[in-house]
């Protein structure tokens, strides 16, 4: 069984900056990628960010040069910076794991809530 836990989200100035953290739990996390997604009011949840086991990252258009991805295999932690922060980047911001070879089935966190003022 895996279980996300999120951290660090809160209330910003435009402009400002966050690091959202992502501790997992279970023994097959190491091996797989690991994903940021965030669901802005009345909004789908799309893809934010996702990093590889080899840390090989993708960043949304609407974040990149702004956001970046990491992780800590040894702690079973990613991390999420955010820089320039926007309005629009208002969501509650969700980590996941996918299902891969090494998981049966997607795993979510329970989100944490950015807000930006204006």
């Known amino acids: 069984q895996v279980q996300l836990v999120e951290s660090g989200g809160g209330l910003v100035q435009a402009g400002g900056s966050l690091r959202l953290s992502c501790a997992a739990s279970g023994s097959i996390v190491s091996f797989t990628d690991m994903a940021w997604y965030r669901q802005g009011p009345g909004k789908q949840r799309d893809v934010v960010a996702i990093i590889s086991v080899t840390d090989r990252t993708y960043l949304a258009d609407s974040v990149k040069g702004r956001f970046t991805i990491s992780r800590d295999n040894a702690k079973k932690t990613a991390y999420l910076q955010m820089n320039s922060l926007k309005p629009e980047d208002t969501a509650v911001y969700y980590c996941?794991?996918?299902?891969?070879?090494?998981?049966?089935?997607?795993?979510w966190g329970q989100g944490t809530q950015v807000t930006v003022s204006s």
């Open positions: 996941k794991i996918p299902k891969s070879w090494a998981n049966p089935r997607d795993y």
